[in-house]
């Protein structure tokens, strides 16, 4: 039998709490992040069976999906999404959970803000409701999204019951081409793979693209594990790793910090273990990346025309999107760009954004968003003058949230526009009834959004 180990396996097999003969095992959980829209009914799952919340210090909470991104110092508008946000706050109050809430120097989207705190740590287990979750695993951690009623497992019990995913290397190596950025590396690697190819798995992302990332790169992909159908993404922790968690305001500190590293050290995947499934590829295949159906496998290069439909499902997307197979990309007139969301609006985003953007013009007819993933990075945008390059350039800045990645707030696009979107979603009526969304990274969207129109980059 072979004993060498996935970090995948180093990780789950610390968290193992009991193992159920020929069953699930229990796993422990370390961090619970929770937001508005999937924690109302397990709240209420807890109270009908009159059950407390087992460890409120483990949970993290803001309010993300459903805040406007406008005046949020006023009372929400729209009545569904005022109370979603004041059920949480109740929620929190009642059971003694911090909530990072609208006002607080600490809220933004749930992914975003536990990075950013130092919450999300190497070697943890972190579970919320909400598939995105898989964005943690960037720090070498099992990170994956769950239903509301294992959120209410959690609350009970700070355990889950769930069968051992199998475990799918991904390793990308080489030189990547100029203005590929992470964003376009897992459209890349979704592409190739399928919205499929990741579904029973839990994915390690190896090679040196990876190991050269910066954490908001690694962020980015992990972020989208989910659309290839995998239950959560890994990258190894490394000394980039170490230096991002350092210092933050919930890092460890001194020797506990000492001790901390010496253990993240050892979280990486043998020599010799064997995964479950692999995949290969040349980064200097990978070109800027756009999505031109209704899932995030549809996608080109950014100099590529529209393919031909493969399926009954393909040719639905393509009537759904307005478009035709052989069509240039540049014949699309594009009306929005949304640079933000849970996979692209860190600092690092909008720096790369407005370092293209600086001294242009939006196109007259493009509505363009940028929409910081927390009240930090919002700090930092103006902090460091990049709002002043958004505003002289025509962009508009909001506050905060999740913004126009869903349509579950005001932040929607109009039927039948198209919005090149940093988001990780193009499923159809994904950011307004009738809205089609063109997946692209931080860069592309900048380029698109000063344009009007997707073209190539030049040499």
Same mark, same amino acid.
């Given at each position: 039998m072979n004993s060498k180990k996935t970090i995948f396996d180093k990780v789950w097999d610390a968290h193992v709490v009991e193992t159920i003969p020929n069953g699930p095992q229990i796993i422990y959980i370390d961090k619970h992040l929770i937001h508005e829209v999937t924690s109302p009914q397990a709240f209420a799952e807890l109270e009908s069976r009159n059950l407390g919340v087992f460890r409120p210090k483990q949970i993290v909470a803001t309010a993300d999906h459903n805040v406007p991104t406008w005046d949020q110092d006023k009372p929400i508008r729209d009545e569904s999404s005022r109370n979603q946000v004041q059920q949480l706050t109740e929620n929190c109050n009642k059971n003694n959970i911090e909530l990072y809430g609208l006002g607080h120097p600490y809220q933004g989207i749930v992914h975003i803000i536990a990075p950013e705190? /130092? #919450?999300?740590?190497p070697g943890m287990s972190i579970v919320c409701g909400d598939s995105h979750t898989s964005t943690h695993g960037a720090f070498g951690s099992i990170a994956f999204g769950i239903g509301t009623s294992q959120v209410a497992q959690v609350f009970a019990?700070?355990?889950? *019951? *769930?069968? @051992?995913?199998?475990? #799918?290397?991904?390793?990308?190596? +080489? @030189?990547?081409?100029?203005?590929?950025?992470?964003? =376009?590396v897992i *459209?890349?690697? #979704? %592409? @190739?793979? /399928?919205?499929? +190819? &990741?579904? &029973?798995?839990?994915?390690?992302?190896? /090679?040196?693209?990876?190991?050269?990332? %910066?954490?908001? +790169?690694?962020m980015t992909v992990c972020n989208m594990s989910i659309e290839m159908g995998a239950r959560g993404g890994m990258i190894a922790p490394d000394e980039t790793t170490f230096s991002y968690v350092k210092g933050r305001k919930f890092a460890p500190e001194g020797e506990e910090w000492e001790e901390k590293v010496e253990y993240w050290k050892t979280l990486k995947s043998d020599e010799g273990a064997v995964f479950d499934a692999e995949f290969s590829f040349d980064a200097s295949e990978i070109y800027p990346m756009v999505t031109y159906g209704t899932n995030p496998g549809m996608g080109i290069s950014i100099s590529q025309n529209i393919p031909k439909p493969q399926n009954d499902s393909e040719e639905k997307a393509l009537k759904y999107m307005g478009l035709k197979a052989g069509q240039a990309l540049s014949d699309i007139k594009v009306n929005y760009v949304f640079i933000g969301s849970c996979t692209n609006a860190r600092i690092e985003d909008f720096r790369s954004a407005a370092n293209y953007i600086k001294g242009k013009r939006k196109s007259e007819h493009v509505h363009a968003l940028i929409v910081p993933g927390s009240q930090q990075v919002a700090k930092q945008i103006y902090e460091e003058g990049l709002d002043q390059i958004f505003v002289e350039a025509g962009f508009q800045i909001r506050q905060p949230g999740c913004s126009a990645c869903l349509a579950m707030? =005001? =932040?929607k696009i109009p039927e039948g526009e198209y919005c090149v979107s940093t988001s990780n979603r193009n499923f159809e009526g994904r950011q307004g009834q009738g809205a089609r969304t063109i997946l692209a990274s931080p860069l592309t969207a900048a380029k698109v959004a000063v344009e009007g129109k997707i073209s190539a980059f030049e040499n």
């Open positions: 705190l /130092g #919450i999300t740590q019990s700070q355990c889950l *019951l *769930l069968n @051992k995913p199998k475990s #799918i290397r991904i390793t990308v190596n +080489g @030189k990547l081409n100029k203005n590929v950025q992470p964003k =376009d *459209l890349y690697i #979704i %592409s @190739k793979v /399928g919205t499929d +190819g &990741g579904t &029973g798995y839990f994915c390690e992302y190896a /090679g040196n693209v990876f190991e050269e990332m %910066s954490m908001e +790169g690694r707030n =005001d =932040d």
